[in-house]
C-alpha cells in the first residue's frame, strides 16, 4: 500500500480564496483524522471519522471550515474563506480503528498551506 | 481535559550517546501512549505504541516506558545517530478522544 495520501503538497492562496485539500487513506483502515500543525500550538486534531461518519468535530476552529468523507477512500478539508492566520501544515491519518494495536494512525506528509 | 508535556523542547547530544526523552500527561486514565517521530517537513512515523496494561515496549535500540500512576512515559534511544536526528512527539488516547499530542522534543545528534 503507498500508504496516506495527502493532494497538493504546498498550496498558496491570497486571503479569501476557497482551499481544497485531499486526502486517501490506506485501504482498509476504518478511522481517519485530519490535523493541523503550527509552531505556536503543535499538532491539534480538527476532526475525525468512522467508517465515513463525523464523530468529533470540535477541534474545527472555525465555519469556515469543513470536512467530508463522501465514501472510505477519500475525504475532503475545505477552508472558504481562507485566512493567513489558517497558514500551517495539514496532516491526514487513518487507523484500522480505534481500540488497542488498531489505534496506531499512519500519517501522510502533509499539505504546506500559506495564505497570503 | 488531557495534556500533554514533553521535556527538554530541543535536544543535542554527540553521536553514540544514550538518551532519554520525557513526556508527561494530566489524566492518568489512558488507553494507550505513541511515541512518533517526525523529519523536517515530513509526517509522522510511529515508532512505539504502549496500551495501557503495559509497562514498555522495544523496538530495536529504542525503549518506551510507561508509568500511569505517575502521568509519565519515556523514550530511551540506545547508542544515537546522526540518523536519529528529528523531531520525537507522544501523544495519548484516554476517554473518548483520540490522540492528544506534546509539542515534541527536537533531538539532533552530533557526529
Known amino acids: 500500500d503507498a500508504g496516506v495520501i495527502q493532494s497538493p503538497r504546498h498550496e498558496v492562496t491570497e486571503m479569501g480564496q476557497e482551499v481544497t485539500l485531499r486526502c486517501k487513506p490506506i485501504?482498509?483502515?476504518?478511522?481517519l483524522f485530519w490535523y493541523r500543525q503550527t509552531m505556536m500550538r503543535g499538532l491539534e486534531l480538527l476532526i475525525y471519522?468512522?467508517?465515513?461518519?463525523?464523530?468529533?468535530d470540535s477541534g474545527m476552529p472555525e465555519d469556515r471550515f469543513s470536512a467530508k468523507m463522501p465514501n472510505a477512500s477519500f475525504s475532503t478539508l475545505k477552508i472558504q474563506p481562507s485566512e493567513p492566520r489558517d497558514s500551517a501544515v495539514y496532516f491526514c491519518?487513518?487507523?484500522?480503528?480505534?481500540?488497542?494495536?488498531?489505534?496506531?494512525?499512519?500519517f501522510g506528509a502533509g499539505t504546506r498551506l500559506s495564505v497570503l | 481535559k488531557q495534556e500533554v508535556t514533553q521535556i527538554p523542547a530541543a535536544l543535542s547530544v554527540p553521536e553514540g550517546e544514550n538518551l532519554v526523552l520525557n513526556c508527561s500527561f494530566t489524566?492518568?486514565?489512558?488507553?494507550?501512549l505513541q511515541w512518533f517521530r517526525q523529519d523536517p517537513g515530513k509526517g509522522l512515523t510511529s515508532l512505539l505504541l504502549?496500551?495501557?496494561?503495559?509497562r514498555e515496549q522495544t523496538s530495536g535500540r529504542l525503549n518506551a516506558s510507561l508509568d500511569k500512576s505517575s502521568g509519565r512515559s519515556t523514550l530511551y534511544i540506545a547508542a544515537s545517530q546522526p540518523g536519529d536526528s528529528a523531531t520525537y512527539l507522544c501523544?495519548?488516547?484516554?476517554?473518548?478522544?483520540?490522540?492528544?499530542f506534546g509539542k515534541g522534543t527536537r533531538l539532533s545528534v552530533i557526529a
Open positions: 491519518a487513518s487507523s484500522l480503528g480505534q481500540t488497542g494495536l488498531k489505534n496506531i494512525q499512519y
Open positions: 485501504s482498509g483502515h476504518n478511522s
Open positions: 471519522f468512522n467508517n465515513n461518519v463525523p464523530i468529533d
Open positions: 489524566d492518568s486514565a489512558i488507553y494507550n
Open positions: 504502549i496500551q495501557s496494561s503495559q
Open positions: 501523544a495519548v488516547i484516554s476517554g473518548n478522544t483520540p490522540l492528544v
